[in-house]
């Protein structure tokens, strides 16, 4: 009976840990997005995305034709599953040199969760329930600054019913409740 009773306290035990260990694949903290976290460097992305599919795309404007000092463009690293849906995109903060971290990561699929709960595809009023906000406006959209995660969302002002390039203030309760998210972006710095 003894040996019954360990064997599944053992099997409980194994089962959570797996799960545990699953969850955090895809759980967005500040600093951490699933298994990337702001001591990563662009030289362990292959190894880290070794089951899903890395699009490596290298500036040109520090090589080539496009060098100028007005011209900036940053490499960028795509993180596609092997069913192709894109699932991340990574910019480091060194262009062209495998050793720097990570700058930022986009996120682009549902998978990726906080541990309240949000996503990509929440609705504004579970974000604004969740999180200290705060709202920047930019020409097309809103900015959703949360400085917990150290992230912001992005929501078309199409979304929010004002006419894009306005440059009206726009406050937290302008912003409807099932209003969708565009973009969402860990910063790492």
Not at 110 to 128: A, C, E, Q, R, V
Not at 151 to 165: Q, R, S, V
Not at 174 to 181: F, R, S
Request: glycine share 4%; net charge positive.
């Amino acid at each position: 009976m003894k040996i019954y009773n360990v064997s599944i306290i053992l099997l409980i035990l194994s089962i959570s840990f797996i799960s545990c260990n699953k969850n955090s694949d895809f759980l967005i903290e500040k600093g951490r997005v699933g298994k990337i976290s702001n001591t990563t460097t662009v030289e362990e992305l292959s190894s880290i995305f070794s089951t899903d599919s890395l699009v490596v795309k290298l500036s040109e404007s520090s090589e080539g034709k496009y060098k100028n000092k007005y011209f900036h463009d940053d490499d960028e690293y795509l993180v596609y599953s092997k069913k192709g849906k894109h699932l991340l995109t990574l910019i480091p903060i060194e262009q062209r040199d495998s050793s720097s971290t990570l700058k930022s990561v986009e996120i682009f699929t549902n998978k990726y969760k906080t541990k309240k709960g949000i996503s990509l595809y929440s609705p504004y009023k579970d974000i604004h329930a969740a999180y200290q906000i705060s709202i920047t406006n930019t020409l097309i959209s809103a900015h959703i600054d949360i400085d917990e995660l150290n992230a912001t969302m992005a929501i078309d002002k199409k979304e929010i019913g004002i006419n894009e390039f306005n440059r009206e203030k726009i406050n937290k309760d302008q912003i409807p409740d099932l209003a969708k998210i565009k973009h969402f972006t860990i910063w790492f710095n």
